[in-house]
T-cell receptor, first 113, second 115 residues
Framework: GGIITQTPKFLIGQEGQKLTLKCQQN?????MYWYRQDSGKGLRLIYY???????QKGDLSEGYDASREKKSSFSLTVTSAQKNEMAVFLC????????????FGPGTRLLVL | GDSVTQTEGPVTVSESESLIINCTYS????????LFWYVRYPGEGLQLLLK?????QKGSSRGFEATYNKETTSFHLQKASVQESDSAVYYC????????????FGKGTHLHVLP
């Protein structure tokens, strides 16, 4: 088995601030993902990475940067937080073989004041 | 394009009643889609409930079943007798897309089971 950890659990920021979310996995999975979850909108893919140092844009990449410097970690940066923004960011990983099961972290809840 | 549509919630049922959460998909760019149901229980992370990768096959887990129906492009989630512990948010998902890594999720269905 393995586990995905996300830090921080809660993130409160100010409008215009740059905010970084971190994700670690010990599955030894090749592929990692960042999703944004808004109420009533399901999961939307922000970025994914199929291997160390790879980055691929998802459907919602504008306003975000990502970094995959190690196989086990994948970070996401909100480049300029939007006022009154509230969402949950989920990190996931998979082995990448023919779209294997994705394993999710507990999420980071973002609130921008 | 590729998309997933599922029952809008919240869905409220009483314990021991039967349940069906509808899921239909559109896979115009995916030749052989895999279908998934994920679940998020209160206080826990999103996790796989079941998956089916072959049309016509049925997947099952924790008393839930879903059949991959290519003719009707459906993957409905069913349970004959729900329990209070089944209260959760359920997501239908479709993958992979043409680049073999992306999964398309539905909006989620919040299920409340009354004791």
């Amino acid at each position: 088995g393995g586990i995905i950890t996300q830090t921080p659990k809660f993130l409160i920021g100010q409008e215009g601030q740059k905010l970084t979310l971190k994700c670690q996995q010990n599955f030894n999975h090749d592929t990692m993902y960042w999703y944004r979850q808004d109420s009533g909108k399901g999961l939307r893919l922000i970025y994914y990475s199929i291997t160390e140092n790879d980055l691929q844009k998802g459907d919602l990449s504008e306003g975000y940067d990502a970094s995959r410097e190690k196989k086990s970690s994948f970070s996401l940066t909100v480049t300029s937080a939007q006022k009154n923004e509230m969402a949950v960011f989920l990190c996931a990983s998979s082995s990448g073989q023919n779209q294997d099961t994705q394993y999710f972290g507990p999420g980071t809840r973002l609130l921008v004041l | 394009g590729d998309s997933v549509t599922q029952t809008e919630g919240p869905v409220t049922v009483s314990e021991s009643e039967s349940l069906i959460i509808n899921c239909t998909y559109s896979a115009t760019s995916i030749a052989y889609p895999n279908l998934f149901w994920y679940v998020r229980y209160p206080g826990e992370g999103l996790q796989l409930l079941l998956k089916v990768i072959t049309a016509g096959q049925k997947g099952s887990s924790r008393g839930f079943e879903a059949t991959y129906n290519k003719e009707t492009t459906s993957f409905h989630l069913q349970k004959a007798s729900v329990q209070e512990s089944d209260s959760a948010v359920y997501y239908c998902a479709l993958g992979p897309d043409t680049n073999a890594y992306k999964v398309i999720f539905g909006k989620g269905t919040h299920l409340h089971v009354l004791p």
